[in-house]
C-alpha cells in the first residue's frame, strides 16, 4: 500500500469532511435495497460506544482494539486546543449513530434466530426413532433457514468491499510519525466497520456450513433407512412358519372384517339419508357411464379411419394422444366421483377409505394401461401404431400389461384392506408374496411367449438372412425380463418381500415413464423439428416475417428438438430415481449448488459463472462484429482511405474488440493478470513445440497489418502465383488469381519470402510488346507509327511518354520493343491487345507487315520432277473410276483384292 497524498489530509478541515462523507454515506447505503447492511461500512459509534458491541461481536482481535480507542488516547495526550475541536462538534453524528447499532442488532439477531433454529434440528436430528416425514420437515427447514442465510452472505459482500476500499484510501499507518486526532479516528472507524462486517460474514458462513451439514446428514439417514426398510428379511414363503402363523391369525382378521362390514352397515343405517343415497347413486352412475362410456368415446374421438393405410406421422402421434387422454381422463374421474361421494356423505368407516382409494385408483389404472397400450401399440390399426413393433408383438404387449395392472391392483386393494382392519403381519406378508409371485409367473408367461418360433425355409441358395421376429422385442429386453422375473420370485420366495413388491413397483413406474417418454420425444420431434424444417406454414411464416432462411431454421429446429429431449430425459431420470429416496428437493440442490459454485479442493467451479462469462464473451463478439460491418460497410468507404488501409483498421478493430471482451470474461469469472500470466507460462511450453507455426503466422498477420507491404487489392506475384491479395486475416492471406481460384498464402511466407507487389508504390504499371518489321522498311517511320499508336491509346501514361527501342538487326526483321506506362496495372492485358491490334493495322497499312509475311520466307525446290511424276502414278491407282462395271459386286471384289495386295 502507497501512503495517501498529504493534499486531502488538511488538519483545519479533516474532522468537517469525515463528518460530512459519514453523513452522507450513511444516507446512501441505509437504503432497503442493501437490506440495511451498507451502513456498517461506516459505522463510527464503535469510537464512540465500543460497549455496544461488544455482546454481538464477540471479542474483537487485538490487533483492532488499540485502533478502535486512538481517538481517546491522543485527546490525553494532546494539547486542550487539539483536544477541544472534537469534543465541541457532536452535531450531527449522533443520530446516524444511534440508527446504525439498531440495524446491525437486526441482522446479528437474525443470524442468532438462525443458528437456534439450526441447533434445534441438529439435536433433533440425534434422535433413532425418526420417520421419512420427520426427516423431510428437519431438511426443509434448514434447507430454507440455509437459503436466507446464503443471500444475506452474498448482499454483505458489497458492504464489506466498500469498507475496505475506503481503508485503503487511509494508507498504511505510519510507524515513525503520530496521525493526526481526526486521522486516527477516522482508521479507527472504518476499521470497525470492516472487522464488524467481516466477522458477521464469516459467522454466517459458518451457519451455512452446519445448515448444509444437517441436509447430508438427512439425506444419509433417509438413503439408511430406505436400505434397511427394502432389504429386511421376513419369513419366507416357501417355509412353513408363515403359513402356521397365517392360519392361527385367520380366525382374529374374519372377526376384524366382519366388525368393518358391521360399522360399514351402522353407518348406512345412520348416515343413509335419501340425500345421501341419491348423491352417492348419482356418482356410482356417472363413474360407471364414464368407465363404459370412454371405450365408445376414446375410438371415435380419436379419429382413427382404418381405411387409411398410409397416415402422417402427425395424425398418427395425434391420434394416439387423443386415444390416451380420452381413455384415461373419463376413467379417473369417474373414480374421483365415487371416492368424493363416500367421503362426502359418510358412509364409508374413514378406516375403508383407503380400501375404496385402492380399489377405485386401481381402477383407473387399469384404463390408463389400456388406453397406452391403444395410443402406443395400437393392436387393431397397425396403420396409426407409433411403436415400430409387429401385430403379434403388439397384442402380447397389451394383455401383458393389462394383465400386470390388474393383477398390482387386486394386490394393492387386498394390502389396502389388511391395513383398514389391522390384519395380522403374517397375512400381510402372505398377501404380498403371493401377489409378487403372481406378477412374476404372469411376466414369465408373457416372455415365453415372446420367443420366435416362426421359421422361415430359405427360397434359393444364397448368403444367410436372418429369420424374420414376429416380435419385435430385442434380446436385452428380453434378459431384463427374465432377470426381473428370478429376483421378484425368487426373493418372495426365500423372503425378501418387501424387495419384491419394491421392484415390481418400480418395473411398472419405470416402464409407464419410458413410454411417455418415448411419446414426448417422437413428440418433439414432429411438432418442434419438422414444424421447422419442412415446408410447413409456421416455417413460412417465420422465414416472411424474421428474414430467416431455411438452414438457420433448419439449425433452430435441431437445437429446439435437442434441448427438449435434454430437459425430457432429466425429467425421466428424476422421476425414474425418485422411487430410490432421490426426490426433486436433492435434485434442485445439487442443480444449484453445481450451478452457483462448488468446490473441488481450494478451487471453487460456478457453472453460472462459466456461463454469463461465455455469454460476455459472445456478446463481445457479436458487438465486434457489427461495429466491424460498420467500418466496412458505411464510415471507411465514406473516408480517402484506400482499401488495404481499410481492411487493416477493420481487421485491427476487430482483434480489439476480442481482447476486450475475452478480458470482461475472465474478469467476470475472476482471472487476474497475475493468474493469466501463470496460464500464459504454462502454456509457453506448448506454445514453443505445438504451436510455433500458428503463432508465426499470427505475428506475421500483426506485421502485414502493421507495416502493410502488402494491402488488400494489391496485385502480387508469389512464386508461379499472380494475383489479387482479398483478405489478410489472422493466420493466413486469400489471393485470388485471374483464373478465380483462391490461393491460402500462410503469413509467414509473406514476410520471411520474397513477394512481387506491383502496386506497392501506386497502380500504374509498364507493359511491352515485341515488334517485327521487314528489314528493307525506314526504321526510324515504323518507330514513330509505334509510338503514335500508344500516344493514341486512353489508358496509356502521357507522362512518361511511350517509348520504342530498336533491338535487333535481323534477317529479314528489323525488331522493336514498345514501352508503355498505363494509369493501372490490372488493365495490362487489354492495353496490350489494344495496342498489338493497332500497331498491326497501322503497319499493315502502310506495307510495313506484307500480308504473306516477307518473300525470303517462300522457298523453292527445283530437279524434283520425276519424284513428282512418280508420285503421281502412284496416286493414280488408288483413283477408283466413276462407272461401275457390270457385274455389280462381283466386279467390285477383284478390285477390292487388289488394293488390300496393293496395300500391303
Known sequence: ????????????????????????????????????????????????????????????????????????????????????????????????????????????????????????????????????????????????????????????????????????????????????????????????????????????????????????????????????????????LVGPGLWTKVMGDVPRDTRALQSAVSDIGLLFSRNGSLTNLLFLGLAFGISVALYFGRRNIAPKGARRDAARTDPSRRAVMLAAWRVILLGTVPAVAGSYAVYYALDATNLLPSRLLPVAAAILGGLAFIAFVEALCDGLLSPEKPAWRPAPVSDAAATRLTRLAVGIATVITVVKSVEALNSGISAALPISIATRGIGAVATALILAVGLHRFADTEQEEEACFGPYVPTKTTTGIGGPARLLGWAAVALIGLGALVGYVAFAAFLIDQLIWDASVLVLLYLLVQSVDIFVGRALSDETRLATTLQ????????????????????????????????????????????????????????????????????????????????????????????????????????????????????????????????????????????????????????????????????????????????????????????????????????????????????????????????????????????????????????????????????????????????????????????????????????????SEAGFIPPLGPGSSIVTVQGLDTMQSAMGEIASRFIQPTDVPEGGDSARVPRDRSLRSAGG
Not at 443471500?151 to 498504511?172: C, I, K, S, W
Not at 424474421?546 to 428424476?574: C, E, H, M, P, Y
Not at 506475384?717 to 482479398?726: N, P, R, T
Not at 533491338?807 to 529479314?812: Q, S
Request: glycine share 6%.
Open 544 to 843: 416472411a416475417n424474421t428474414g430467416l432462411r431455411k438452414r438457420s431454421l433448419n439449425q433452430i429446429s435441431v437445437l429446439a428438438t435437442g434441448a427438449a429431449r435434454l430437459v425430457l430425459f432429466l425429467a425421466a431420470a428424476i422421476l425414474v430415481l425418485a422411487p430410490w429416496g432421490l426426490d426433486s428437493t436433492d435434485i434442485v440442490s445439487s442443480v444449484r449448488q453445481a450451478f452457483f459454485g462448488f468446490k473441488v479442493g481450494d478451487v471453487t467451479i460456478s457453472l453460472s459463472s462459466i456461463a454469463f462469462g461465455i455469454g460476455i464473451l459472445v456478446v463481445g463478439v457479436f458487438i465486434t462484429r457489427g461495429v466491424q460491418r460498420w467500418l466496412e460497410n458505411t464510415y471507411l468507404p465514406a473516408t480517402d482511405l484506400d482499401a488495404g488501409l481499410r481492411n487493416s483498421i477493420t481487421t485491427v478493430a476487430g482483434y480489439c474488440g476480442f481482447l476486450i471482451a475475452l478480458a470482461l470474461a475472465f474478469s467476470y469469472l475472476g482471472l487476474s493478470l497475475e493468474k493469466l500470466t501463470i496460464v500464459a507460462g504454462a502454456l509457453s511450453v506448448g506454445i514453443g513445440f505445438g504451436l510455433q507455426s500458428i503463432v508465426n503466422n499470427f505475428v506475421s498477420g500483426l506485421l502485414l497489418l502493421w507495416e502493410r507491404p502488402i494491402r488488400v487489392g494489391d496485385q502480387v506475384v508469389i512464386g508461379d502465383q499472380e494475383g489479387i491479395v482479398k483478405r489478410i486475416s489472422v493466420r493466413s492471406t486469400e489471393i485470388q488469381t485471374f483464373d478465380r481460384s483462391a490461393v491460402i498464402v500462410p503469413n509467414s511466407n509473406l514476410i520471411s519470402g520474397v513477394v512481387k507487389n506491383r502496386v506497392r508504390g501506386d497502380r500504374t504499371g509498364r507493359v511491352s510488346i515485341t515488334v517485327s518489321v521487314l528489314r528493307n522498311q525506314d526504321p526510324v517511320r515504323a518507330a514513330e507509327m509505334i509510338a503514335a499508336c500508344a500516344q493514341g491509346h486512353s489508358d496509356v501514361l502521357k507522362e512518361p511518354a511511350p517509348r520504342v527501342v530498336f533491338k535487333k538487326i535481323g534477317d529479314p526483321f528489323l525488331e522493336f520493343e514498345l514501352l508503355v506506362w498505363i494509369v493501372d496495372v490490372s488493365l495490362g492485358q487489354k492495353v496490350v491487345t489494344d495496342l498489338n491490334f493497332s500497331v498491326f493495322s497501322t503497319l
Open 1 to 236: 500500500m502507497h501512503h495517501i497524498p498529504a493534499r486531502i489530509l488538511k488538519p483545519e478541515g479533516a474532522s468537517r469532511l469525515s463528518r460530512l462523507l459519514v453523513l452522507f454515506a450513511a444516507l446512501v447505503f441505509a437504503t432497503p435495497a442493501a437490506l440495511t447492511l451498507p451502513a456498517f461500512a461506516q459505522d463510527p459509534a464503535p469510537a464512540a460506544k465500543p460497549a455496544d458491541h461488544k455482546p454481538a461481536d464477540g471479542k474483537a482481535p487485538d490487533t483492532k482494539g488499540p485502533d478502535t480507542k486512538a481517538p481517546d488516547a491522543q485527546a490525553t495526550g494532546a494539547k486542550p486546543s487539539e483536544a477541544k475541536p472534537s469534543d465541541a462538534k457532536p452535531a450531527a453524528p449522533p443520530a446516524a449513530k444511534a440508527e446504525v447499532p439498531e440495524q446491525f442488532k437486526k441482522v446479528r439477531a437474525k443470524l442468532d434466530a438462525a443458528k437456534a433454529e439450526l441447533d434445534a434440528r441438529e439435536k433433533q436430528l440425534g434422535h433413532t426413532d425418526l420417520t421419512v416425514a420427520d426427516l423431510t420437515a428437519i431438511r426443509d427447514s434448514a434447507v430454507t433457514v440455509t437459503d436466507e442465510i446464503r443471500t444475506l452472505v452474498t448482499r454483505l459482500d458489497a458492504p464489506l468491499e466498500a469498507a475496505r476500499e475506503r481503508l485503503a484510501q487511509l494508507g498504511p499507518k505510519p510507524k515513525d510519525t503520530q496521525e493526526s486526532a481526526d486521522v486516527a479516528a477516522e482508521r479507527g472507524e472504518r476499521e470497525a466497520a470492516v472487522t464488524r462486517i467481516d466477522e458477521t460474514q464469516r459467522l454466517a458462513r459458518a451457519l451455512v456450513v452446519q445448515g448444509d451439514q444437517i441436509v447430508d446428514r438427512v439425506s444419509n439417514r433417509r438413503r439408511e433407512s430406505f436400505t434397511r426398510d427394502l432389504l429386511q428379511r421376513s419369513q419366507p
